[in-house]
């Protein structure tokens, strides 16, 4: 079955860092790859997506680019702010409106002053 | 508008009591999801709604039963529950068909503590 893994966390880092959070996946099919951000006490925040082998999603400084040779939809953001502490959740679904997004375990993020 | 609403924010309720949780949005999303948060989990599906019918229940206890009443609202109506359902309650909805179809909009969740 299909299936996120994400690095383990809790990241913490200084201001202005640059930022990479790994993601693998499983797939049998062709999935969507997204990105979600959840902040203290909120839902879940799309950041970012890519629907097909090589796009590259991109949002407020993130990127992610979706390779299929490897399996991986890496998040990365080349200087960090305070404000970008959160918990960051990678998913899939090929199988939209089912019971099939994936989520990764999420990666806490704290960056420091 | 890309907005989903979710009240209330935040509910406390004993064992015996019935409560209902309501989720709302204006995007002209056929499909519809309820998912429990437990703390530092990522999301469990519960339930997924297509065109204002249930179409997926991930075995949830009765004690959860949720409503469509039209293809705006979901409802999750909540009765006779444990202390181990305390999380935070997400609805989520997504359009239907087409190539945006595999991203999910989230609520802000409504946090539930049973006592």
């Known amino acids: 079955g299909n299936s996120v893994t994400q690095m383990e966390g809790p990241v913490t880092l200084s201001e202005e860092a640059f930022l990479t959070i790994n993601c693998t996946y499983t797939?049998?099919?062709?999935?969507?790859l997204f990105w979600y951000v959840q902040y203290p006490g909120e839902g879940l925040q799309l950041l970012l997506k890519?629907?097909?082998?090589?796009d590259k999603g991109s949002n407020k400084g993130f990127e992610a680019t979706y390779r299929k040779e490897t399996t991986s939809f890496h998040l990365e953001k080349g200087s960090v702010q305070v404000s970008d502490s959160a918990v960051y959740f990678c998913?899939?679904?090929?199988?939209?409106?089912?019971?099939?997004?994936?989520f990764g375990a999420g990666t806490r993020l704290t960056v420091k002053p | 508008d890309t907005e989903v609403t979710q009240t209330p924010k935040h509910l406390v309720m004993g064992m015996t009591n019935k409560k209902s949780l309501k989720c709302e949005q204006h995007?002209?999303?056929?499909?519809m999801y309820w998912y429990k948060q437990k703390a530092k989990k990522p999301p469990e599906l519960m339930f997924v709604?297509?065109?204002?019918?249930?179409?997926i229940n991930e075995s949830v206890p009765s004690r959860f039963s949720p409503e469509c009443p039209n293809s705006s609202l979901l409802n999750l109506h909540l009765h006779a529950l444990q202390p181990e359902d305390s999380a935070l309650y997400l609805c989520?909805?997504?359009?239907?068909?087409?190539?945006?179809?595999?991203?999910?909009?989230f609520g802000p969740g409504t946090r539930l503590t049973v006592t």
């Open positions: 797939a049998t099919g062709y999935p969507s």
């Open positions: 890519a629907t097909k082998a090589d």
């Open positions: 998913a899939l679904s090929d199988a939209p409106f089912l019971n099939d997004m994936r």
């Open positions: 995007m002209g999303h056929r499909a």
């Open positions: 989520a909805s997504s359009l239907r068909s087409g190539a945006d179809s595999y991203e999910q909009y």
């Open positions: 709604y297509s065109y204002e019918k249930l179409s």
